[in-house]
Nanobody, 118 residues
Framework: QVQFVESGGGLVQAGGSLRLSCAAS????????MGWYRQAPGKQRERVVG???????FYADPVKGRFTISRDNVNHTVYLQMSSLKPEDTAVYYC????????????WGQGTQVTVSS
């Protein structure tokens, strides 16, 4: 099992910035991908960002150029710097950790609320 400690999030005005962090512990396994999904009210959960243990990154189109993900492999921690926030970024952000083996498994954090006011 994997446990998460998430921090950051909150309320910010449009154009502002926030930083999320997510530390994983337990059966993290060395090779993995961590990042965040988000879910806005009435919408499906969507993948936002991800970063592999080798440093490969993924950014969803709506956040490219505004969000930056980084990670500390030693402490299994990922950071998400969110800038130029928009009201449509409002959602619950869920940290995840995906391991490809021995069987493809995704572990989820409890989620943190990000609210961007206009």
């Amino acid at each position: 099992q994997v446990q998460f400690v998430e921090s950051g999030g909150g309320l910010v005005q449009a154009g502002g910035s926030l930083r999320l962090s997510c530390a994983a512990s337990g059966s993290t396994i060395t090779i993995n991908t961590m990042g965040w999904y988000r879910q806005a009210p009435g919408k499906q959960r969507e993948r936002v960002v991800g970063i592999s243990s080798s440093g490969n990154t993924f950014y969803a189109d709506p956040v490219k150029g505004r969000f930056t993900i980084s990670r500390d492999n030693v402490n299994h921690t990922v950071y998400l710097q969110m800038s130029s926030l928009k009201p449509e970024d409002t959602a619950v952000y869920y940290c995840y950790l995906w391991v490809p083996s021995p069987s493809s498994t995704t572990y989820w954090g409890q989620g943190t609320q990000v609210t961007v006011s206009s």
